[in-house]
């Protein structure tokens, strides 16, 4: 690697740039001088060593510790959290900036989510997104893609309601030429294909029970084996789902395994229906109809936004599109958008109640319960096997009103 930094883990997240030798203590003489409890003045130092860094306990009484592990010297991967006294620091092999998640939204509650999963983003954790269809959890994927270190490699989506069981498995895992009729020459899947990149594995309430299993054992040991093969091949992924199916009820159900659930639920985020942000509309309309060059009066505008977009956000593309279509080269007005408008579903979507988040929330705050009596009431740690900064989990013990005092021996 030829430049690392360290980014501090608190509020202010500053980006710090690693040079060759770099002495981190309480001494003002030190590259990174620090200020806190059991900070020696010469606490570490971290040294390039080739392609690599190492970093190396300058005999501090306190010590230094690597993801928890106390170390005199230890070679740094990305990723790897630092501790020296009171501080802690994440190590990065490429410079992270606080610049804004690509996807944005003028509603601020969602914006606000939107925007945390720049962090998210850089991590390795897999992400569940959750929602009615045609609110762009396609768009969310490969944003998260696009600012993760994996960019550069491919992104690969599965719809995995599409394929038949015998196809969807082939479709993941790869075959080998002989292992089912049609099987005329070897065939990589999904899991290799997305190698170095990432993996949106769409629709994936719809996967079926029995490949649910082989998915979460992929998942667990980083490793599957192609259909008909007799070894299992490594992978190297990062995994995005998504599905607009009730997760919570479907695991009531026996229909979806819990274990598959919270392995892929380390990172959850739920776009909320077009109707519930609809501070955005007149944007995404001038975006659609710009693409499609169409032109809306302001009337025809006003007629739209009444309308209660059961098809989220692909509802009001395919309404452009139509339009577009049906009516090129026209000043769109208000008589013209009884004709444009869908409404096969506005019954339907009128009797609709969703009730996922309320369950959803319920199983993450039982996840944060079961962690925090594992780590005895340690914040930190509990943090960590959520995959979650700790600032939020401090927001999320708030929220579900948890008292650490309840698992502290």
């Known amino acids: 690697m030829s430049q690392a930094f360290l980014k501090t883990m608190d509020e202010n997240g500053k980006t710090l740039s690693l040079q060759d030798f770099s002495t981190l203590g309480k001494d003002s003489n030190c590259q990174f001088p620090l200020s806190g409890i059991d900070i020696a003045d010469r606490h570490a130092r971290i040294e390039k060593k080739d392609q690599s860094y190492l970093i190396r306990d300058l005999r501090s009484a306190a010590g230094t510790f690597v993801n928890d592990a106390r170390v005199m010297e230890a070679y740094l991967n990305d990723g790897d959290v630092i501790r020296i006294g009171d501080q802690e620091f994440l190590f990065l092999t490429q410079e992270q900036t606080n610049r804004p998640f690509p996807v944005t939204s003028r509603n601020e509650v969602w914006n606000e989510e939107l925007q945390a999963l720049s962090n998210v983003s850089q991590t390795a954790f897999p992400v569940l997104i959750l929602g009615p269809s045609g609110t762009g959890k396609d768009v969310i994927a490969h944003a998260l893609h696009e600012e993760s270190s994996r960019c550069k490699g491919p992104f690969v989506s599965v719809n995995c309601s599409a394929l038949s069981e015998t196809l969807i498995e082939s ?70 789902a998504a599905t607009h199916q009730n997760l919570a009820q479907k695991i009531r159900e026996g229909l979806f395994r819990a274990d598959l659930y919270f392995r892929l639920n380390v990172v959850t985020i739920a776009p909320p229906a077009l109707s519930l942000r609809m501070e955005d509309f007149e944007e995404l309309l001038y975006s659609f109809a710009k693409k499609m060059r169409v032109r809306f009066s302001h009337g025809a505008i006003v007629r739209l936004k009444k309308h209660p977009w059961p098809g989220n956000i692909r509802e009001l593309k395919n309404l452009v599109s139509r339009t577009a279509a049906l009516y090129p080269r026209t000043h769109i007005t208000e008589n013209h958008i009884e004709k444009l408008l869908d409404k096969t579903l506005l019954e339907k979507s009128e009797e609709r109640v969703t009730n996922d988040i309320p369950v959803i929330k319920e199983i993450e705050k039982q996840m944060i319960l079961k962690r925090l009596e594992a780590n005895r009431g340690n914040q930190r740690r509990t943090a960590q096997d959520l995959g979650m900064p700790k600032s939020t989990l401090h927001d999320r013990l708030k929220y579900y009103n948890i008292d650490l005092a309840n698992f502290k021996v």
């Open 171 to 240: 479709e993941l895992f790869g075959h080998i030429k002989g292992s089912f009729t049609g099987a005329i020459s070897d065939r990589k899947g999904a899991f290799e294909a997305a190698r170095a990149g990432t993996l949106f594995l769409d629709e994936i309430g719809d996967l079926s029970y029995g490949l649910q299993a082989k998915l979460l054992r992929a998942l667990e040991n980083n490793e599957i084996r192609p259909v008909g093969a007799d070894r299992n091949v490594r992978t190297d992924v990062r995994i995005i």
